[in-house]
């Protein structure tokens, strides 16, 4: 665990998760910039995951259980390496061709909704319609918490379950 090497910790003596979230908030004594660093790595590393997983679904990833408290810690991070390029001989590319946005930040959470919408002519006709070439993913926090969320999901499934029946 990198806390522990970056902090000099004792690996047998690595606080837990939350303890580290504490310490990285400035609430309980410790290596404050390490804990900040863990996050900031895990998130990295979680965007680099979400992005591979992100180019097979088309919909809204929603982050909860308890790992959704620390987004503050994390989440930055994590949109980032999503944003990110590859570097290549030719130069960098984008490693989605999505822009993923912040859904907690109020200022992304805007640029999603707003979108990059404009009025384009229909070839052909006088006809004018809205358009908006901006591919988007919002990354957003569940609040219904993991037992709530697991329950409406299997309530959702059964339901879909019975309507195939008929």
């Known amino acids: 665990m990198r806390l522990v090497e970056d902090a ?7 606080p837990e998760p939350k303890d580290i979230f504490a310490i990285g908030k400035g609430e309980k004594p410790g ?3 390490a804990a900040v660093e863990a996050f900031r ?3 990295e590393a979680a965007g680099d ?12 990833v929603a982050i909860g259980g308890g790992l959704a408290g620390a987004a503050e810690l994390f989440l930055p991070a994590l949109v980032a390496e999503m944003n990110g390029a590859f570097e290549t001989p030719s130069g ?9 946005f912040n859904l907690e930040d109020p200022a992304e959470r805007a640029a999603f909704v707003k979108g990059s919408a404009r009025e384009v002519v229909i070839p052909g006709s006088a006809r004018r319609v809205a358009y908006d070439p901006l591919k988007r993913i919002g990354i957003g926090l569940s609040r219904l918490g993991t037992s709530r969320a697991t329950a409406l999901g299997a309530y959702a499934f059964a339901l879909a379950s019975l309507d195939a029946r008929r």
Do not use: H, K, N
């Open 8 to 14: 000099g910790i004792a690996e047998g003596a690595a």
């Open 31 to 33: 290596p404050r910039a």
């Open 41 to 43: 790595r895990m998130g």
């Open 49 to 60: 995951a979400l992005a591979s997983a992100v180019t097979l679904v088309d919909g809204v």
């Open 92 to 100: 960098p590319i984008p490693r989605l061709e999505v822009r993923a």
